[in-house]
């Protein structure tokens, strides 16, 4: 668990500012929720958080160390992305396993910790297909899998339940609940949907234009004036 703090950060694309001198502090285990329209920003800051993308100005850290030194060791970041990005050639288990062998862990503990991941995600008949045999869905599910395998100190999420229909959608958001409350992660978690941020949110960061607007608890933010 992790502290994530964003100083002054820009982000220019060409010419367009799509990010404004963001100050944002993850405190360590906390799960924040980024709230906002699509276009506003929300994906780039987490990919900066991420260090796929890199800021234009300002400072980006992890434990107070520069974002690079966390990227190097492996274990402190794992992203589910909006589009999956799955190995297209690898099985769905082996999606779910790759990191882990990268980083190690043991052949028994993946093996447990992948039987459940398959089975909450409704994913265990389709563990040997390949990505280019699932639905949308099922290829989200192994995505949001495959980020919570990793038991990561920091969980970046982009729309994970976009594409998940709401009976398992409910489920997935527990799980992802209980995952952060048992290891304590810290997580930031991207959507545009109003009633995830509250369901989840320890805090909700409610972005615009680049900008965060507000940002507090979600009984403070959604409370009658
Ligand atoms: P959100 O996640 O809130 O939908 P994004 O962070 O994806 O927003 O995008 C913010 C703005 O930056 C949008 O106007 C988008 O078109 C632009 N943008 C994002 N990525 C790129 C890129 N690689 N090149 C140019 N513009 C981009
Ligand atoms: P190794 O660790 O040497 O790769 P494994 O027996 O762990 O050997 O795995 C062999 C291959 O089978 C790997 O590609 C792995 O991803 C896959 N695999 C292992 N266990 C399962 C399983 N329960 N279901 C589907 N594929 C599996």
């Excluded at 906002?36 to 300002?58: F, H, N, Q, W, Y």
């Excluded at 520069?66 to 990227?71: A, E, R, V, Y």
């Amino acid at each position: 668990n992790a502290t994530i703090e964003l100083k002054k950060v820009t982000k220019n694309f060409k010419n367009t500012k799509v990010i404004d001198q963001l100050d944002l502090k993850v405190v360590a285990g906390e799960f924040l929720v980024l709230l906002g329209p699509s276009g506003c920003g929300k994906s780039t800051t987490l990919r900066m958080i991420a260090g796929l993308e890199v800021a234009s100005d300002g400072e980006v850290l992890i434990d107070g160390d520069d974002i690079k030194k966390s990227l190097s060791d492996g274990h402190t970041i794992a992203m589910v992305f909006q589009d999956y990005a799955l190995y297209p050639n690898m099985t769905v288990y082996q999606n779910l396993e790759y990191a882990l062998k990268v980083h190690k862990v043991e052949k028994n503990e993946r093996k447990r910790r992948l039987t459940s991941i398959l089975e909450t995600l409704n994913l265990s008949d389709y563990k040997d297909r390949l990505p280019s045999e699932l639905s949308g869905g099922q290829k989200q599910r192994v995505a949001l899998g495959r980020g919570m395998a990793k038991k990561s100190k920091v969980f970046l999420l982009d729309e994970p339940l976009s594409n998940i229909d709401v009976q398992l959608r409910e489920k997935a958001r527990d799980e992802i609940q209980s995952l952060h409350d048992k290891n304590n992660q810290t997580i930031v978690y991207v959507t545009h949907d109003q009633l995830e941020a509250m369901a989840l949110g320890d805090r909700i960061a409610v972005m615009n234009e680049g900008i965060i607007q507000m940002i507090d608890t979600p009984e403070n933010i959604y409370k009658n004036p």
